[in-house]
């Protein structure tokens, strides 16, 4: 085991691949000479040089164009959208061209490529810096979406991205990057798809994802010890595929559920989870589902403003503790 | 590589110097003193505001525009009332220029009410309708086509005004730089593209990031004649946007000036800026800074002593500390702001 930052993982995880197959390749602005504006590419230039690591003009739509024919032709294309916010600006090659290649071929076009993007607030950033839009990626069939919490979790994860045949959308929460935590040695490849149970409790379920995640457990102590709620807390680490089976299984065992999203209210991922658990398990709930959300605005630049939208441990304790009981 | 990417305009000046010399003498002393204020304005105020986040006052983002103060002051001499003027996030010069006060920019760099956005913009999103300035925008690149339609209403309403729309070096990688150049042309729009040639895009060098060696012809193609200036002269830019300006006026479309020019800091705060050399950075603040060379103007010509000068400083220096106790004192923007302005109706 070693302790990684959240940065270093990200780096750790490209290079491994980029060791074991030389068709991988990286694309993106002042991800090489600079080591990334986040840092969390430092090495790779020097290590694979930049034929395999290269820095692009302000370029997105060329840069996700680029990734997507590299793509189709043999190549397995890691592109970073500086931030998430970018995504708008080259949004046709991620929704109309990548997302839809292999089925407008009748599957004769695969699609291995990872579209990397530093995604969500609390850095002061404003509104063209901060958004959280995982969401988007989720409303468009044809991409799977991935937002790690850990380090470890970004370096199994991004591992199996890039080896994943489909495109990847890979949100990297931006105020997560500076965070250490545990990585196993040696080769580490996680699987898509698949939500972990991080906490066990009895009377609430609360998914939550990136950097909602280290919330909803702060969260989750502060119920126990202040006020005898026992939560589960499921890191759903991945939108789509979403592991329903876990988010049921947990959610039928507590009958409540709570979600804890970065993203704006309407339409926001929750949602979602909402439908699919009043669908299959209604029966089993014992009372509405609470959705945590930052509210349905622009992100203000403002910090005393901007903390009063993200979710935080105290509002989840507190829109917790008055619901259930 | 510092040598490759030197630009034509900064190392020529030298041998335009007398050429210049009999365009300066001719410029009056009141318009020299208002450029050599106006430029020392923003250099004192972008000098506070990095001091000011270095004391943990401001956050976020913060791009500073000291080294490029020629460009916008030599651009803003050309324009008037009917004019309107749209750039990046690097804005803080622009908005000085425009004739923004210097209180409600900087209370919007330290989140507070009395700040243009009211807190909610910060440094890159910051507007005067007021004043005609359209923006202090994020996502790079995204100003040229709204600058464009800034000169499109200005043609349709017959306002004669021109759009004076600034963009990187970086920024002309983007593809809808070329849409926006295309309509223009083909429309006659009274644009003005400013390219503001700092020589790096972030941590990338314009010869890293783009094909094309002469940004002033990118809008040959489509027509649009382009100049590269010297950006660090303010004399010489503003007889380029006179020329530009008149083009506008005239309906005979838009124009591109490539100004040459040179960022002293990092790109943002968290910039350590090592893409280039300490000489490189050096040359260009000894050689050709903006204010420094046009106060000799000033002295040699006669128009003011040093001593003159310093009081101007100190001037510009007590607007500048009023403008950062008000970001100050200010208060903080009530949570109920949050729900402001989404839509008309909160
Ligand atoms: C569409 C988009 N891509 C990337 C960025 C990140 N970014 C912000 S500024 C910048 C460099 C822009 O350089 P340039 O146009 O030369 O302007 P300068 O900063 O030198 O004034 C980049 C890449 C962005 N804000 N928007
Ligand atoms: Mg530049």
Redesign the pocket.
Same mark, same amino acid.
């Given at each position: 085991m070693a302790e990684l930052t959240y940065r270093e993982a990200v780096a750790e995880g490209i290079a491994q691949e980029m060791r074991r197959d030389e068709d991988v390749v990286f694309l993106g602005?002042?991800i090489g000479a600079a080591g990334g504006v986040f840092k969390a590419t430092v090495g790779l230039l020097k290590e694979f040089g930049p034929v395999r690591v290269r820095d692009t003009p302000?370029s997105?739509q060329a840069i996700l164009g680029a990734a997507m024919g590299s793509a189709m032709t043999g190549l397995k294309p890691i592109a970073e959208i500086?931030?998430s916010d970018?995504l708008a600006?080259c949004w046709d090659i991620v929704a109309n061209e990548i997302a839809k290649a292999r089925y407008m071929t009748g599957g004769q076009m695969s699609m291995p490529l990872v579209i990397r993007t530093a995604n969500g607030g609390g850095s002061r950033f404003g509104a063209q810096h901060s958004q959280s839009v995982e969401n988007w990626a989720m409303m468009v069939p044809g991409l799977k979406v991935v937002a790690p919490s850990t380090p470890a979790d970004v370096k199994g994860l991004l591992a199996a991205a890039i080896r994943d045949p489909d495109p990847v959308m890979f949100f990297e929460q931006k105020s997560l990057y500076p965070i250490k935590g545990e990585v196993p040695d040696g080769e580490l490849v996680d699987e898509l798809g698949t939500a972990k149970v991080l906490r066990d409790g009895d009377d609430v379920t609360i998914c939550a994802l990136a950097a909602m995640v280290p919330r909803a457990i702060q969260a989750a102590e502060i119920l126990s010890s202040e006020h005898g709620i026992e939560a589960t807390v499921v890191d759903l680490r991945s939108l789509v595929p979403l592991d329903t089976k876990t988010i049921l299984r947990e959610t039928a065992k507590t009958g409540r559920l709570v979600t804890v999203e970065e993203n704006p209210r309407l339409c926001g991922w929750g949602a979602e989870v909402a439908s699919i658990v009043a669908d299959e398990n209604f029966w089993d709930l014992d009372g509405p589902v609470i959705r945590i959300t930052t509210p349905h605005i622009p992100l203000p630049a403002a910090d005393e403003l901007e903390d009063a939208t993200m979710p935080s441990a105290d509002r989840i304790v507190r829109e917790v503790s008055e619901k259930i009981d | 590589m510092a040598e490759a990417s030197k630009p034509k305009s900064v190392g020529k000046k030298s041998k335009t110097s007398t050429r210049k010399r009999s365009s300066k003498s001719s410029a009056d002393a009141v318009q020299l003193i208002s450029y050599y204020s106006d430029m020392l304005l923003i250099r004192r105020f972008e000098e506070r505001a990095g001091q000011m986040y270095g004391m943990g006052l401001i956050g976020g983002f913060c791009?500073l525009y000291i080294g490029q103060e020629a460009v916008v002051v030599g651009m803003q001499g050309a324009i008037d009332d009917r004019d309107a003027v749209v750039t990046? =996030?690097?804005d803080h010069g622009h908005m000085l220029a425009c004739g923004m006060d210097p209180k409600g920019v900087m209370a919007e760099l330290t989140g507070r009410i009395g700040g243009y956005s009211k807190g909610k913009g910060g440094s890159m999103h910051m507007f005067s309708k007021e004043k005609k300035f359209y923006g202090g925008h994020?996502?790079?690149?995204a100003q040229v086509p709204i600058g464009t339609g800034l000169a499109f209403a200005a043609k349709y309403k017959g306002t004669d005004g021109v759009s004076l729309t600034y963009?990187?070096?970086?920024?002309v990688n983007?593809g809808q730089v070329h849409e926006a150049f295309n309509m223009a042309e083909l429309w006659d729009l009274p644009v003005i593209y400013v390219i503001?040639n700092?020589r =790096?895009?972030?941590g990338t060098s314009v010869d890293r990031a783009s094909a094309a060696k002469d940004l002033y012809r990118l809008g040959e193609p489509f027509g649009i004649p382009g100049e590269q200036v010297d950006g660090m002269d303010v004399l010489t830019v503003r007889k380029a946007a006179d020329k530009a300006v008149k083009h506008c006026r005239e309906g005979k479309g838009p124009y591109i000036l490539e100004m040459m020019t040179y960022?002293y800091r990092g790109?943002s705060m968290s910039d350590p800026a090592k893409y280039r050399t300490k000489e490189e950075v050096a040359e260009m603040r000894e050689q050709h800074d903006p204010i420094t060379n046009l106060s000799k103007i000033i002295v040699d010509a006669g128009k003011k002593s040093e001593e003159e000068l310093k009081e101007i400083d100190k001037k510009v220096r007590a607007i500048v500390s009023e403008a950062a106790e008000f970001a100050q004192e200010s208060p903080e923007p009530a949570p109920s702001e949050l729900y402001t302005d989404v839509l008309v109706e909160a």
């Open positions: 602005e002042d302000i997105e500086m931030f970018f600006v | 791009h990046s =996030y690097r994020g996502i790079v690149g963009l990187g070096d970086g920024a983007q503001e700092n =790096y895009g972030m960022r790109h």
